[in-house]
């Protein structure tokens, strides 16, 4: 049985994965974290991380990008793993992570989807086929009105699985307005879009002369993303210190 706590409890996506997890018959939920004590849960909710004093094996957090800080320093000092899903990240924050990463098991994902993990696979063999043979490449994303952060970790995530393929060679291009030339070659656009109630989607474009590719991924529920993150959990509960990805999930 793994147990784990949840940081973030009682956001959107956390009741979801409070929700999945309680149905899967190898997790268990020890305790949650969440400022917000809205929502009445049948485990102990903590409003700050260093006031959890529930044993469990893994972290899962859904939390925002504020409360990392205080997350990774739990983890370091009770070496707990953590499955880390919040994005917006800053530079720091994600030089921290690595630090931590020396000392215990922290798994991050900006989608905890199988399959944008694997779509992130089919881009890296696809992007130097293309890309020598002259294709331009852009991203489309659209999220609901309420996410924070734009562009969305997951296209950051995709447009770099483009760019490592590529020997890091191309610019990310995130907005056109104030510019009047044609497009140049060497470069990743990327677009965000924000409506509605739209969980997420992706489209990878890469456009040639006389035809197009596009790589598409729809989520249609948040149940796809706390799917992955309880499926991530169990993968790392009990796991040496490191750097962990989905793709070590996915590949078992």
């Given amino acids: 049985m793994t147990r784990i706590i949840i940081h973030g409890c009682n956001g959107r996506m956390g009741q979801v994965i409070s929700r999945m997890a309680a149905e899967d018959p190898e997790t268990e939920v020890a305790a949650g974290v969440d400022v917000s004590d809205h929502i009445v849960n ?15 094996d893994v972290i899962i957090d ?23 899903c919040t994005t917006g990240l800053s530079e720091a924050q994600l030089r921290r992570v690595e630090e931590v990463s020396g000392k215990v098991a922290i798994l991050r994902s900006a989608n905890m989807s199988v399959g944008i993990n694997l779509l992130l696979k089919l881009l890296a063999e696809a992007a130097p086929v293309l890309a020598a043979a002259g294709f331009d490449m ?9 996410k924070l952060d734009a562009p969305s970790g997951t296209a950051l995530a995709l447009a770099d699985a483009l760019n490592g ?16 030339e044609s497009r140049p070659t060497g470069e990743i656009g990327i677009s965000a879009v924000r409506g509605g109630t739209i969980v997420g989607e992706h489209d990878v474009i890469f456009a040639g002369t006389d035809e197009v590719i596009t790589f ?3 989520a249609y529920s948040r149940e796809v993303f706390a799917k992955g993150a309880v499926q991530a959990a169990k993968y790392l509960a009990g796991k040496p210190a490191g750097y962990y990805h989905m793709s070590d999930v996915i590949d078992g």
């Fill in 216 to 218: 598409s991924h729809s």
């Fill in 62 to 84: 859904f939390a925002s990008a504020q409360a990392v800080d205080g997350l990774l320093s739990f983890c370091e000092e009770k070496k707990m793993p953590c499955v880390l």
């Fill in 138 to 146: 852009e991203i489309v994303e659209k999220h609901h009105n309420r």
């Fill in 165 to 180: 393929a590529l020997d890091q060679s191309y610019e990310y291009v995130y907005d056109r307005s104030g510019r009047r």
């Fill in 42 to 56: 049948p485990y102990p909710v903590f409003d700050s991380i260093g006031k959890c004093d529930v044993q469990a």
